[in-house]
Structures are given as C-alpha cells and as structure tokens.
C-alpha cells in the first residue's frame, strides 16, 4: 500500500460546549477561525441533535431528519479553509444512522467537544485524480 503523505506532530487539545439551539457547523467554523487552527480533528464528542443534516454514502443529496437524536460519535478533520466529518446518531429506539455530516445539524441539549490539533502540521483540499474528491492534503508549517 502506498501512502501520499505521513508526518508525526505534537498535539495540543481544546474543550468545548455548544449549547442548544446552536447550529454545529457555523459554530466548528466559528472557533476554527478564531484560534487559527491548521490541522485540527475531533478527538472526543458527546450530545445530542433535534435537526441532523447528514449526506449519505455515495449520494449527492442531504437528508434532513428533525427529532430526538444522541450522538454515537462525531469524527473527521478540521482546517482553516474546510472540513470533512462524519456523524453517526441514533433515535429514541437506539436505531442509528449515519454518513458525512453537512450543515443544518441543531444542538438539543449539549455538544461537548474535544479537539485536537496538530501543531507543526497545516491541512488543505486538494483535488484527487483517484477519488475525484478534493481530499486532504498534509504539508509542514
């Protein structure tokens, strides 16, 4: 297997707390620009949604769904120019569904985050002759 890219780097963490009401992608936007983060992902996440907005595998469209839902786990990368997550959330009767997260996602109670960067490395898109996808591209600072 060939890999593109692979570096090491130290780490540094934040913790958050969204609250009710606020939509999740305007606020990971919102605290990404303010700290300047270059390389982040999702460490840790706990809470739960009324409205979920998720794209699933191999479909162009977004599914929106309104209602009760806990988060299973939230992961994915973070970098001052995108990001590319992925949520897995589950209903009152514990039946889960999940795919690529997109915006529109409500806070129902509490999102609690942790979130990693890596300090001497910085993400961006770039498009992929393979995937056909603008994927992660990994560069030094």
């Not at 907005?53 to 469209?61: F, H, N, P």
Request: hydrophobic letters at 40%; a negative charge.
């Amino acid at each position: 297997m060939t890999m593109l890219h692979a570096s090491s780097s130290e780490a540094r963490f934040y913790a958050l707390r969204l609250l009710p009401g606020q939509e999740v992608f305007s606020q990971l936007h919102a605290f990404v620009q303010q700290h300047q983060l270059l390389a982040a992902w999702i460490a840790g996440c706990t809470g739960s949604l009324t409205d979920v907005a998720l794209r699933y595998a191999g479909q162009e469209a977004t599914t929106l769904l309104t209602g009760t839902w806990e988060i299973i786990s939230l992961n994915g990368t973070l970098e001052l120019t995108g990001e590319h997550l992925h949520l897995s959330v589950s209903d009152p009767q514990g039946r889960m569904l999940g795919g690529h997260m997109m915006p529109g996602c409500t806070v129902r109670t509490t999102l609690e985050l942790v979130i990693g960067e890596l300090k001497k490395l910085a993400f961006s898109r770039q498009p992929c002759p393979l995937s056909g996808y603008d994927e992660m591209h990994i560069s030094p600072r």
